[in-house]
DNA sequence: CCGCCATGTTAACGCCGCTAACTTGCCTCA
DNA sequence: TGAGGCAAGTTAGCGGCGTTAACATGGCGG
């Protein structure tokens, strides 16, 4: 690390003919870019004017248009983890209300950036994508499953797996999420907050254990 | 519609300079091509070689390709309330097992055709696909809301509002089948039928009502 | 039977992803 | 301290895409 580089990640700026940062400026460009314009109206062009380099300099940094994405959509999973993470850490272990703000914690990362979600659940980084981001999507989950396994135990059911458990409130969660960003909801019911199906159907499935 | 035209829509070929019946073989060129390689590899190109014809001729019978993706969109609405409304009605009307067995044909549509799914429910066809396709989406819920106004009419409840319930449902179902067919599903538990998730999860929130 | 016009074609534009070949200039090391 | 190696930029160019303008064909109605 250069005294130059070092300037150059200070002031996000170019310094000379290298740019000096450029890795972390790619991404962040690309993040901003999916907000602006979904994964599909994304560009490398775009990133690349952004970040004020030839068309040709993030091949440097990485394999393809695919290679960036994938580690914008590990970031992704990384800033889930961390968001469902502490709100259910809000609430005490294994409680029904820490497991309810885990998944409205979901719906609001979703709903917070949409696109970045449809890009970390969509096909879009191809198969290539899974190896990495596969990892990083498993640590996510497990917050859901120790948050489960945790809410079992209270009601002494130490043994029992808390793996189908999990799969009804993480499918119930994912879909209010899916369909509050797609367009669906909003459609069909415009003065219902996705906030509640979520508390009420959760509670629900909860309940029938 | 002339003979030469009825020639071509028998044969799925051409018979001259002109088609005849290229709208229809675009759309299913169109359907075929994203079954394979996904809406996103989907290009107008390829729909142009496969149905024999010059990439410019699609224009005269779709504003671009968006509208084409938007006549898949549609076609796929009706195949989905055809399933989901034929599942159904194997049981009596508003009973537990009809709506199970409604949200597993959803399910089974998704897996069937992953890709058209996708489209459907994606953002793909942009902003301008509202006003079309949100009729035949509604269309598609309405199924629901009527097997669970049956439910609660079955359970004395005449009166109330099917909506709450439905979407509850909807979003369950609806998170399952995206899980199943974009793989983190298949990653975190491959052994669970996605199907006995629904049929789980689907009893126990209409169970809470 | 003749000319209109719906429906095709060819040619071209600009943008995109990506690669090859070249250039720059920091950093290492004799 | 100077040379030069190598990481990280550049320019130029390829083929493919979506879309349009201008032109061609030929079935059908008057």
């Given at each position: ?143 859901l499953l120790?948050?489960v ?13 808390p793996?189908?458990?999990a ?43």
């Open positions: 690390m250069t005294l130059q580089q070092d300037q150059a990640i200070a002031t996000g700026g170019r310094r000379g003919y290298h740019h000096g940062n450029l890795r972390e400026t790619l991404l962040q460009a690309a993040e901003d870019l999916i907000a602006e314009s979904g994964p599909d109206g994304f560009t490398m062009a775009d990133a690349c004017r952004r970040a004020g380099v030839s068309t040709a300099a993030p091949y440097r940094h990485f394999e393809d248009k695919n290679a960036l994405l994938e580690a914008v959509c590990m970031r992704g999973f990384d800033a889930l983890a961390e968001a469902t993470g502490s709100a259910k850490n809000r609430f005490p272990m294994g409680s029904i209300d820490s497991i309810i703000a885990g998944g409205q914690a979901y719906l609001a990362f979703a709903q917070g950036d949409p696109e970045r979600f449809r890009l970390m659940f969509g096909r879009k980084p191809d198969i290539k994508s899974r190896p990495l981001v596969e990892a990083t999507g498993v640590a996510c989950f497990q917050n120790e948050s396994s945790a809410f079992l135990a209270g009601r002494g059911r130490d043994e029992a797996n793996m189908p458990l799969l009804r409130l993480w499918s119930l969660v994912h879909g209010v999420s899916s369909l509050a960003i797609d367009g669906p909801m909003e459609i069909m019911a415009p003065d219902k907050d996705p906030a509640e199906i979520i508390d009420e159907a959760g509670r629900a499935i909860l309940a029938a254990v």
